[in-house]
């Protein structure tokens, strides 16, 4: 379970703050699938890197489960996420000059997983996510909805509970993004799943709750 409580987050840059998050309270629960919605600079990703433990928040608290998430050292929040947090970036952000296979490998070697153990967990994510013929392509060679799902099943390699999707669907068109929509969903019935969006109609349809951010 997630737990905020009066998170605040300010960027400081060039003597200018920026509030980008102002006073979030939120509770989810496991097993929800979360669509968060609001405009362009409303705070979406930033709230998304607080929940993945990637950036650390400037006042309140942030318990998962019973972890006080606040109180976490920089390192301690590497730990953090490698034991629970997986990720899927804002346009796939896949390296280029490796394969759909290799891609998906990336966590495991960061994990010390042995080869043969990673080659299972490879196939079976490339199975899970329907790219298992492209495991050899690079991701120039396949397609926008094929690059989602190279990065949902990269995330899916690390096997943790806490799935964070910024916008998974955001460069896809509208029947691409339905499937893609459909695979978190089926995810979601393992994972807590907690995604940005601006597709109210798809948020609506699949998520259990949509969150609106307005300025932080
Ligand atoms: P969204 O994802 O909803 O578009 P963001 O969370 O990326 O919004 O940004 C929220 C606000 O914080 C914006 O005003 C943005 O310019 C600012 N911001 C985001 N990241 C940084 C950063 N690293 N440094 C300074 N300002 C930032
Ligand atoms: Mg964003």
Redesign the pocket.
């Known amino acids: 379970m997630i737990k905020l409580i009066h998170v605040k987050?300010d960027?400081?840059?060039g003597g200018?703050i920026?509030?980008?998050?102002k006073d979030i309270n939120l509770e989810v629960k496991d097993g929800e699938f979360v669509a968060i919605m609001?405009?362009?600079?409303?705070?979406?990703?930033?709230?998304?890197?607080i929940l993945g433990g990637m950036d650390k928040l400037t006042s309140g608290e942030y318990y998962y489960n019973d972890e006080a998430v606040h109180d976490m050292s920089m390192g301690r929040l590497n730990i953090f996420r490698r034991d629970h947090v997986s990720f899927v970036f804002q346009n796939a952000a896949l390296m280029k000059y490796y394969t759909v296979a290799e891609n998906i490998e990336m966590p495991l070697l960061s994990m010390n997983v042995g080869k043969k153990e990673r080659k299972k967990i490879i196939e079976e994510k490339m199975e899970a996510v329907g790219i298992a013929h492209l495991a050899k392509k690079l991701p120039i060679h396949i397609s926008g909805g094929e690059q989602t799902r190279t990065a949902i099943a990269r995330a899916l390699a690390g096997d943790n509970e806490l799935l964070l999707a910024?916008?998974p669907t955001g460069a896809l068109d509208s029947q691409t993004s339905i499937q893609i929509m459909e695979l978190l969903k089926e995810i979601s019935k393992e994972k807590l799943v907690i995604m940005?969006t601006h597709n109210v109609t798809l948020a609506n349809k699949y998520s259990d709750r949509v969150i609106a951010?307005n300025d932080?």
Not at 18 to 21: D, H, R, V
């Open positions: 987050k960027y400081t840059e200018v920026t509030n980008a998050l609001g405009a362009s600079g409303s705070g979406k990703s930033t709230l998304l890197h910024d916008e940005v951010l932080g």
